[in-house]
Protein backbone atom coordinates (compact mmCIF):
# COMPACT_ATOMS: atom_id res chain seq x y z
CA UNK A 1 0.00 0.00 0.00
CA UNK A 2 1.21 3.43 -0.74
CA UNK A 3 0.61 4.85 2.75
CA UNK A 4 3.09 2.54 4.04
CA UNK A 5 6.48 3.90 4.95
CA UNK A 6 9.24 1.44 3.92
CA UNK A 7 10.50 0.92 7.27
CA UNK A 8 7.14 0.38 9.13
CA UNK A 9 6.43 -3.23 10.49
CA UNK A 10 4.52 -5.81 8.76
CA UNK A 11 1.20 -5.56 10.39
CA UNK A 12 1.17 -1.62 9.71
CA UNK A 13 -1.72 -0.26 9.27
CA UNK A 14 -1.39 2.32 7.28
CA UNK A 15 -0.62 6.38 7.92
CA UNK A 16 -3.90 7.71 6.66
CA UNK A 17 -5.65 4.78 8.90
CA UNK A 18 -7.20 5.59 11.99
CA UNK A 19 -5.58 3.80 13.95
CA UNK A 20 -2.28 5.17 12.61
CA UNK A 21 -0.07 5.82 15.71
CA UNK A 22 -2.02 3.45 17.78
CA UNK A 23 -2.38 0.01 16.77
CA UNK A 24 -0.83 -2.60 18.02
CA UNK A 25 2.01 -3.06 15.29
CA UNK A 26 2.38 0.64 16.27
CA UNK A 27 4.42 0.05 19.27
CA UNK A 28 8.25 0.33 18.54
CA UNK A 29 8.04 1.58 15.26
CA UNK A 30 10.03 4.59 14.40
CA UNK A 31 6.76 6.82 12.59
CA UNK A 32 4.78 6.22 15.55
CA UNK A 33 5.23 9.75 17.36
CA UNK A 34 4.17 11.47 13.32
CA UNK A 35 1.42 9.08 12.46
CA UNK A 36 0.28 10.01 16.11
CA UNK A 37 0.24 13.88 15.56
CA UNK A 38 -1.03 13.31 11.86
CA UNK A 39 -4.47 14.59 11.93
CA UNK A 40 -7.34 12.42 11.07
CA UNK A 41 -9.85 13.91 8.12
CA UNK A 42 -10.69 17.01 7.87
CA UNK A 43 -10.44 19.70 10.75
CA UNK A 44 -14.15 20.69 11.37
CA UNK A 45 -13.03 23.92 12.65
CA UNK A 46 -11.91 24.74 9.65
CA UNK A 47 -15.20 25.31 8.80
CA UNK A 48 -16.48 27.44 11.00
CA UNK A 49 -13.41 29.54 10.96
CA UNK A 50 -14.53 30.28 7.31
CA UNK A 51 -17.82 30.99 7.99
CA UNK A 52 -16.60 33.54 10.79
CA UNK A 53 -14.50 35.07 8.26
CA UNK A 54 -17.01 35.41 5.76
CA UNK A 55 -17.63 39.51 6.92
CA UNK A 56 -13.42 39.96 6.61
CA UNK A 57 -13.06 41.48 3.02
CA UNK A 58 -9.67 41.55 2.93
CA UNK A 59 -6.80 39.19 4.98
CA UNK A 60 -2.93 40.10 4.68
CA UNK A 61 -0.24 38.12 6.50
CA UNK A 62 2.63 39.63 7.57
CA UNK A 63 5.63 36.93 7.18
CA UNK A 64 9.89 36.76 7.32
CA UNK A 65 11.98 34.34 8.41
CA UNK A 66 13.91 36.33 10.23
CA UNK A 67 13.61 37.97 13.46
CA UNK A 68 14.39 41.55 14.18
CA UNK A 69 13.24 42.82 10.90
CA UNK A 70 10.40 45.48 11.90
CA UNK A 71 7.25 43.12 11.37
CA UNK A 72 5.18 43.95 14.35
CA UNK A 73 6.13 47.68 13.52
CA UNK A 74 4.84 47.37 10.03
CA UNK A 75 1.82 45.38 10.67
CA UNK A 76 0.69 48.35 13.58
CA UNK A 77 1.78 50.79 10.81
CA UNK A 78 -0.37 49.19 7.98
CA UNK A 79 -3.48 49.03 9.69
CA UNK A 80 -3.15 52.72 11.21
CA UNK A 81 -2.46 53.60 7.31
CA UNK A 82 -5.25 51.45 6.21
CA UNK A 83 -7.46 53.00 9.38
CA UNK A 84 -6.89 56.07 7.69
CA UNK A 85 -9.84 56.13 5.55
CA UNK A 86 -12.62 56.46 8.42
CA UNK A 87 -15.30 54.27 6.21
CA UNK A 88 -12.83 51.60 6.29
CA UNK A 89 -13.06 48.66 9.26
CA UNK A 90 -9.44 47.16 10.11
CA UNK A 91 -8.76 44.31 12.14
CA UNK A 92 -5.27 43.21 13.57
CA UNK A 93 -4.62 39.37 14.68
CA UNK A 94 -1.25 39.33 16.91
CA UNK A 95 -0.45 35.87 16.04
CA UNK A 96 3.12 35.99 17.97
CA UNK A 97 1.59 33.72 20.81
CA UNK A 98 5.47 33.97 22.50
CA UNK A 99 6.23 37.18 21.92
CA UNK A 100 3.45 39.24 21.88
CA UNK A 101 4.63 43.48 20.97
CA UNK A 102 1.07 44.33 18.70
CA UNK A 103 -0.77 45.70 22.31
CA UNK A 104 2.63 47.88 23.18
CA UNK A 105 2.90 49.04 20.09
CA UNK A 106 -0.87 50.24 19.11
CA UNK A 107 -1.15 52.00 23.00
CA UNK A 108 -3.43 49.13 24.20
CA UNK A 109 -1.53 47.50 27.02
CA UNK A 110 -2.97 46.53 30.26
CA UNK A 111 -6.27 46.01 28.32
CA UNK A 112 -8.22 42.83 28.58
CA UNK A 113 -10.49 40.97 26.42
CA UNK A 114 -14.46 41.07 26.97
CA UNK A 115 -16.58 37.91 25.90
CA UNK A 116 -19.86 38.46 24.55
CA UNK A 117 -22.79 35.78 23.02
CA UNK A 118 -21.31 36.31 20.11
CA UNK A 119 -17.54 35.52 20.51
CA UNK A 120 -14.66 37.32 21.95
CA UNK A 121 -14.97 41.08 21.33
CA UNK A 122 -11.53 42.58 20.12
CA UNK A 123 -9.92 45.68 21.72
CA UNK A 124 -10.55 48.79 20.22
CA UNK A 125 -7.49 51.83 19.26
CA UNK A 126 -10.27 53.71 17.65
CA UNK A 127 -13.72 53.16 16.05
CA UNK A 128 -12.49 51.65 13.16
CA UNK A 129 -9.49 49.73 14.13
CA UNK A 130 -9.82 46.56 15.93
CA UNK A 131 -7.17 44.37 17.81
CA UNK A 132 -6.83 40.92 19.03
CA UNK A 133 -3.68 39.27 20.69
CA UNK A 134 -2.82 36.43 23.12
CA UNK A 135 -1.20 39.67 25.10
CA UNK A 136 -4.40 40.84 26.50
CA UNK A 137 -4.68 37.63 28.51
CA UNK A 138 -1.42 37.74 30.32
CA UNK A 139 -1.88 38.74 33.79
CA UNK A 140 1.48 41.53 33.43
CA UNK A 141 3.60 42.36 30.31
CA UNK A 142 6.48 40.41 32.07
CA UNK A 143 4.53 37.04 31.71
CA UNK A 144 6.08 34.66 29.99
CA UNK A 145 3.64 32.53 27.62
CA UNK A 146 5.72 28.55 27.88
CA UNK A 147 3.52 26.80 25.53
CA UNK A 148 4.15 23.87 23.17
CA UNK A 149 3.39 23.94 19.19
CA UNK A 150 -0.41 22.01 20.54
CA UNK A 151 -1.67 24.40 22.49
CA UNK A 152 0.13 27.43 20.75
CA UNK A 153 -1.95 26.17 17.73
CA UNK A 154 -5.25 26.21 19.91
CA UNK A 155 -5.00 29.64 20.81
CA UNK A 156 -4.58 30.82 17.45
CA UNK A 157 -7.44 28.31 16.23
CA UNK A 158 -9.50 30.03 18.47
CA UNK A 159 -8.34 33.33 17.83
CA UNK A 160 -9.80 33.18 14.20
CA UNK A 161 -12.62 30.99 15.35
CA UNK A 162 -14.20 32.76 18.38
CA UNK A 163 -13.02 36.76 17.54
CA UNK A 164 -15.95 38.19 16.71
CA UNK A 165 -14.88 41.35 14.46
CA UNK A 166 -17.78 41.95 12.78
CA UNK A 167 -17.90 43.26 9.24
CA UNK A 168 -14.50 44.65 8.57
CA UNK A 169 -12.50 45.51 5.22
CA UNK A 170 -9.11 44.75 6.45
CA UNK A 171 -7.69 41.90 8.64
CA UNK A 172 -3.99 42.22 8.92
CA UNK A 173 -2.61 39.21 10.86
CA UNK A 174 0.89 39.50 12.55
CA UNK A 175 3.54 36.49 12.30
CA UNK A 176 6.30 35.05 14.39
CA UNK A 177 9.63 34.44 12.48
CA UNK A 178 10.40 31.34 11.03
CA UNK A 179 8.15 28.89 8.71
CA UNK A 180 7.09 26.68 11.85
CA UNK A 181 3.95 26.24 14.22
CA UNK A 182 2.66 29.18 14.14
CA UNK A 183 2.67 30.10 9.90
CA UNK A 184 1.42 26.07 9.66
CA UNK A 185 -1.39 26.38 11.91
CA UNK A 186 -2.56 30.16 10.33
CA UNK A 187 -2.40 28.80 6.57
CA UNK A 188 -4.30 25.79 7.38
CA UNK A 189 -6.77 27.13 9.56
CA UNK A 190 -7.54 29.64 6.91
CA UNK A 191 -7.22 27.08 3.72
CA UNK A 192 -11.19 27.66 2.92
CA UNK A 193 -11.26 31.21 3.33
CA UNK A 194 -10.13 34.26 1.13
CA UNK A 195 -6.67 35.20 2.04
CA UNK A 196 -5.60 38.34 -0.52
CA UNK A 197 -1.46 36.97 0.52
CA UNK A 198 1.44 38.07 2.18
CA UNK A 199 3.78 40.33 2.78
CA UNK A 200 7.21 39.69 3.16
CA UNK A 201 9.36 41.85 5.48
CA UNK A 202 13.50 41.70 5.09
CA UNK A 203 16.10 44.60 5.53
CA UNK A 204 18.81 45.11 3.54
CA UNK A 205 21.82 42.35 4.62
CA UNK A 206 22.03 39.12 3.03
CA UNK A 207 21.79 37.47 6.51
CA UNK A 208 18.13 38.93 6.41
CA UNK A 209 17.88 38.18 2.92
CA UNK A 210 18.86 34.34 3.22
CA UNK A 211 15.64 33.82 5.76
CA UNK A 212 13.13 35.51 3.61
CA UNK A 213 14.19 33.44 0.88
CA UNK A 214 12.84 30.48 3.00
CA UNK A 215 9.61 32.24 3.87
CA UNK A 216 9.18 32.61 0.27
CA UNK A 217 9.53 28.84 -0.71
CA UNK A 218 6.87 28.36 2.11
CA UNK A 219 4.82 30.42 0.97
CA UNK A 220 4.91 28.25 -2.47
CA UNK A 221 4.76 25.12 -0.78
CA UNK A 222 1.46 26.39 1.19
CA UNK A 223 -0.23 28.16 -2.03
CA UNK A 224 0.22 31.35 -0.01
CA UNK A 225 0.06 34.27 -2.65
CA UNK A 226 2.89 36.88 -2.08
CA UNK A 227 1.85 40.64 -2.03
CA UNK A 228 5.09 41.74 -2.20
CA UNK A 229 8.63 42.63 -1.06
CA UNK A 230 8.99 45.17 1.56
CA UNK A 231 13.27 46.21 2.68
CA UNK A 232 12.52 47.98 6.14
CA UNK A 233 15.54 49.78 7.88
CA UNK A 234 17.00 50.63 4.35
CA UNK A 235 18.88 53.70 5.26
CA UNK A 236 19.37 56.50 8.55
CA UNK A 237 17.26 59.14 7.98
CA UNK A 238 18.75 62.29 10.25
CA UNK A 239 15.55 63.38 11.94
CA UNK A 240 16.81 66.99 11.96
CA UNK A 241 18.48 67.35 8.38
CA UNK A 242 16.88 64.55 6.91
CA UNK A 243 19.88 63.17 5.26
CA UNK A 244 20.01 59.46 4.48
CA UNK A 245 23.26 57.43 5.29
CA UNK A 246 23.02 53.38 4.60
CA UNK A 247 23.79 51.25 8.02
CA UNK A 248 22.95 47.44 6.58
CA UNK A 249 24.79 47.72 3.19
CA UNK A 250 23.41 45.55 0.79
CA UNK A 251 25.90 43.24 -0.04
CA UNK A 252 24.27 41.31 -2.42
CA UNK A 253 21.78 43.41 -3.50
CA UNK A 254 18.86 44.42 -0.88
CA UNK A 255 15.33 42.97 -1.14
CA UNK A 256 14.93 44.68 -4.45
CA UNK A 257 17.59 42.25 -5.95
CA UNK A 258 16.00 39.48 -4.22
CA UNK A 259 12.26 40.28 -5.13
CA UNK A 260 13.52 40.32 -8.90
CA UNK A 261 15.10 37.08 -8.43
CA UNK A 262 12.08 35.22 -7.32
CA UNK A 263 9.90 37.09 -9.95
CA UNK A 264 7.76 38.83 -6.97
CA UNK A 265 7.12 42.58 -6.51
CA UNK A 266 8.67 44.91 -4.66
CA UNK A 267 6.57 46.99 -2.71
CA UNK A 268 9.49 49.70 -1.79
CA UNK A 269 12.15 50.56 1.11
CA UNK A 270 11.33 52.20 4.23
CA UNK A 271 14.30 54.43 6.09
CA UNK A 272 15.17 54.11 9.45
CA UNK A 273 13.67 57.15 11.83
CA UNK A 274 14.70 56.67 15.09
CA UNK A 275 10.98 58.68 15.99
CA UNK A 276 9.47 55.07 14.67
CA UNK A 277 10.67 53.12 17.85
CA UNK A 278 9.98 56.26 19.90
CA UNK A 279 6.10 56.12 18.89
CA UNK A 280 6.40 52.61 19.00
CA UNK A 281 7.46 52.04 23.07
CA UNK A 282 5.06 55.12 23.68
CA UNK A 283 2.03 53.51 21.53
CA UNK A 284 1.22 55.85 19.46
CA UNK A 285 1.08 56.26 15.43
CA UNK A 286 4.10 57.46 13.67
CA UNK A 287 2.40 59.07 11.18
CA UNK A 288 0.24 61.47 12.94
CA UNK A 289 3.25 62.18 15.24
CA UNK A 290 5.77 62.76 12.41
CA UNK A 291 4.17 63.55 9.15
CA UNK A 292 7.05 65.06 7.52
CA UNK A 293 9.67 61.84 7.40
CA UNK A 294 10.79 60.23 4.68
CA UNK A 295 9.92 57.76 6.13
CA UNK A 296 6.12 58.36 6.38
CA UNK A 297 5.57 58.80 2.69
CA UNK A 298 7.58 55.73 1.94
CA UNK A 299 5.07 53.84 4.49
CA UNK A 300 1.96 55.67 2.87
CA UNK A 301 3.17 54.67 -0.84
CA UNK A 302 3.82 51.08 0.01
CA UNK A 303 -0.13 51.17 1.71
CA UNK A 304 -1.57 52.08 -1.29
CA UNK A 305 0.08 49.38 -3.57
CA UNK A 306 -0.94 46.36 -0.90
CA UNK A 307 -4.26 48.21 -1.36
CA UNK A 308 -4.53 48.39 -5.37
CA UNK A 309 -3.31 45.04 -5.36
CA UNK A 310 -5.52 43.90 -2.77
CA UNK A 311 -8.58 45.53 -5.12
CA UNK A 312 -7.22 44.42 -7.86
CA UNK A 313 -7.49 40.67 -6.55
CA UNK A 314 -11.09 41.13 -5.12
CA UNK A 315 -11.78 41.81 -8.58
CA UNK A 316 -10.22 39.30 -10.38
CA UNK A 317 -12.20 36.70 -7.40
CA UNK A 318 -15.23 37.71 -8.36
CA UNK A 319 -14.72 37.44 -12.32
CA UNK A 320 -13.52 34.26 -11.83
CA UNK A 321 -16.74 33.17 -9.41
CA UNK A 322 -19.17 35.15 -11.39
CA UNK A 323 -20.00 36.85 -8.10
CA UNK A 324 -21.51 40.08 -8.25
CA UNK A 325 -19.56 43.58 -7.16
Not at 30 to 43: I, R, V, W
Not at 267 to 285: H, Q, Y
Request: charge should be negative.
Amino acid sequence: MADIPQDAPEQCPGTGSGEAGKASACQGCPNQTLCSAKPQGPDPDIAEIKERLTSVKHKILVLSGKGGVGKSTFTAHLAHGLAADESKQVGVLDVDICGPSIPRILGLEGEQVHQSASGWSPVYVTDNLAVMSVGFLLSGPDDAVIWRGPKKNGMIKQFLRDVDWGDIDYLVIDTPPGTSDEHISTTQYLSQTHVDGAVLLTTPQEVAIQDVRKEINFCRKVNLPIIGVVENMSGFVCPHCTKESVIFPPTTGGGEKMAADANITFLGKLPLDPRIGKCCDEGKSFFDEVKDSPATQAFKDIIEKIKDYCSKRKENTEVDTGEEK
